[in-house]
C-alpha cells in the first residue's frame, strides 16, 4: 500500500509520502527478527530481483549501525546505511536510511506480530520521501526483498561444519 499524508489543508506534502507493506511470514518472530539484525542472514535475502548482498553488518541496538551493500547482475553495487533509533527486541525496529552518495535520509520501521498460527505479521513503513516515484521504486525494491525473505525463512541456513 502506498500512502500520501494529506497536511491540514488537504493536500499532500511531499516530506509526507510514506510507503507501507503487510506481509505474514511461515516463520515464528524469533526466526524473523532474526533475518532482520543478524548479518549473516541479511546476506541471504536483503537484495531485490537478481541483486545479491556482496556486504552486510547490522548492531541493532539504539545508537548502532546497518550496512548492505547490494551487487547487481551488471556488476554495479549500491550501498545503503542507516542507525537505529529504536530496537524492541522481537517487537519493532526503526531505523534510518540513506544510500551511499545521497543527503536523503529516509526512516524504516518494522513490527514484527506474532500470529496465532505460528506466523509472523510484518509491518513495514518507509517514509519521508520527497517524492512519489522515489517511494514508487523502493516499494518494488522492498516487495523483491520481502519475497527473498520469505524463502530464507523457509530454508534455514546450513549448519558450519
Known amino acids: 500500500m502506498y500512502d500520501t499524508i494529506k497536511n491540514n489543508t488537504g493536500h499532500s506534502t511531499e516530506a509526507e509520502i510514506r510507503l507501507k507493506l503487510h506481509r505474514v511470514i511461515d ?15 541479511l546476506e541471504r535475502w536483503f537484495a531485490p530481483g537478481n541483486a545479491v548482498v556482496a556486504r552486510a ?7 548502532g549501525t546497518f550496512l548492505i ?7 554495479g553495487t549500491s550501498i545503503v546505511r542507516g542507525l537505529y533509533r529504536e530496537v524492541v527486541p522481537l517487537r519493532r525496529l526503526v531505523h534510518t536510511w540513506r544510500w551511499e552518495g545521497s543527503d536523503l535520509e ?56
Not at 516463520?27 to 542472514?41: C, F, L, M, N, Q
Not at 553488518?57 to 545508537?63: C, K, L, S, T
Open 27 to 41: 516463520a515464528p518472530v524469533k526466526t524473523v527478527y532474526g533475518a532482520w539484525t543478524d548479518p549473516s542472514e
Open 57 to 63: 553488518g547490522a548492531h541493532a541496538v539504539v545508537g
Open 69 to 75: 551493500e547490494m551487487r547487481g547482475p551488471d556488476g
Open 106 to 161: 529516509t526512516l524504516v520501521s518494522i513490527e514484527f506480530e506474532p500470529t496465532s498460527a505460528g506466523k509472523t505479521r510484518l509491518t513495514l513503513t518507509h517514509s519521508r520521501f520527497i517524492q512519489g516515484k522515489s517511494r514508487d521504486v523502493h516499494g518494488r525494491g522492498w516487495n523483491g526483498c520481502l519475497a527473498k525473505l520469505d524463502d530464507a525463512v523457509a530454508q534455514p541456513m546450513a549448519e558450519s561444519a
